[in-house]
């Protein structure tokens, strides 16, 4: 098993002075250019604390937010690029359907993968609907574009005999003609999020490595979906490689002092979802199922997902002891911590990459280390010797 450190790069300062949104129309004014730096600069540090501890890593980005400061990941991509030595780059992701220019999203890949000698992982995303107003995009067409956006960049990333042109739906080039190629061969692992079975079952089909963020054990009907879709392409059992899933750890050396870590790290669900409401559900952003349930519950996004014996848990409302009973959290010493993942990996199918929100919100510089540190060197040498006790399927892609 893989385990990827992750943070939002949070400006969380701003936190408790919005007007009901921190996102699209929270002033910048809130930003001060010498606290965001110093965040900035504590966070690459963070990252490469992971890198020599065995760690690799995970950038994401998002626009108009002080939950995320970072709106261009290319930017810490090239960096921890040149900066690390042995890290796996997982990118999840690009909002590749939001964006203007994909071919441009191929040259700058290409390019961190060559500088970062192979070590890439391109996560394509369709992006949260608060993205929409800052992309000024319609959502009626958003997975039509991300699509086509994603079938480009594969062909511009693994052709390499001569230009090609581009004549699509959304996008038009006259000549494609990607330098430097990348490193790896035809290109770099494709990652792709999803918390739907429909858009599971498509991800299977690619091949590619599917993501799910913090959905509980409401994750099992998704990995499902892509295991029967996978089988039915005739390629008979799912590697464990293809499975990604993303859940707040909290370790400490005593459950006490975890609890309290924990309680920073969860301030990160209870206020991602703090967002103007018409900008929560741009019309044609979510299915009509998806709508249907919305209404039901009010009319806007209720994040919500379940225990293992099927009682409903609020992300953005749960106590601590909720998001560990949903699979959300792990939370503990770390062999608590390690007794947990077990248990919920079994319950869900398995998956053989662990996305770690290992640092959120106001959580310091040392209580980050020591929860890495022990994430380390305590919790993934045992998930490891789990997986190879187990004989689970570790496809050549996940080393």
Partial sequence: MRIYHMTEQSYAPAWDKHQGSLRVNLPNALCEPEVASALFHRYYDDWMLADRLGLDIFINEHHATATCMCSAGVIPLAILA?????????????????????????EELATIDVLS??????????????????????PVVLM?????????????????????????EFFHYRHV?????????????????????????????RQHVMATMGTGYATKVVNMAYRESWEQMGWGT??????????????????????????????????????????????GFFSVEANVELMRAGGRPKP???TRD???????????????????????????????IIEFSEAVGG?????????????????????????????????????????????????
């Fill in 238 to 283: 799912a590697p464990i490689d293809r499975f990604a899933y993303l859940g707040l750890v909290a370790i400490a050396p005593t459950e006490a002092k975890a609890r309290a870590r924990a309680e920073t790290i969860a301030s990160y669900p209870r206020t991602s979802g703090v967002v103007h409401p018409p900008f929560a559900n741009p019309p």
């Fill in 117 to 138: 000698r192979g070590r890439l992982q391109m996560g394509f995303v369709k992006g949260v609907p608060y993205e929409l107003p800052v992309a000024n995009l319609n």
């Fill in 310 to 340: 099927g009682r409903a848990v609020s992300t953005s409302k749960g106590s601590v002891q909720d998001l560990i009973d949903a699979g959300i959290m792990f939370c503990g010493t770390p062999a608590q911590v390690v007794d947990q």
């Fill in 304 to 306: 919500r997902t379940f």
């Fill in 177 to 205: 003609n990607v330098w430097p190629r990348p490193w790896q061969d035809p290109h770099p692992p494709v990652w792709v999020t999803t918390a739907s079975p429909s858009n599971a079952r498509e991800i299977a089909r």
């Fill in 351 to 399: 998956f053989g990459h662990l996305l770690a929100m290992a640092q959120a919100g106001n959580l310091s510089r040392e209580d980050t280390a020591e929860n890495l540190t022990l994430l380390a060197t305590e919790v993934m040498p045992k998930l490891r010797a789990y997986v190879a006790e187990k004989g689970m399927v570790i496809a050549a892609a996940a080393e």
């Fill in 82 to 106: 040149r900066q690390t030595t042995r890290a796996k780059l997982l990118v999840l992701g690009y909002p590749i359907g939001n964006r203007p220019d994909p071919l441009r999203a191929a």
């Fill in 144 to 168: 039509e574009r991300f699509w086509e956006a994603h079938d480009l960049i594969l062909k511009a990333l693994s052709t390499h005999d001569a230009p090609f042109n581009w004549e699509g």
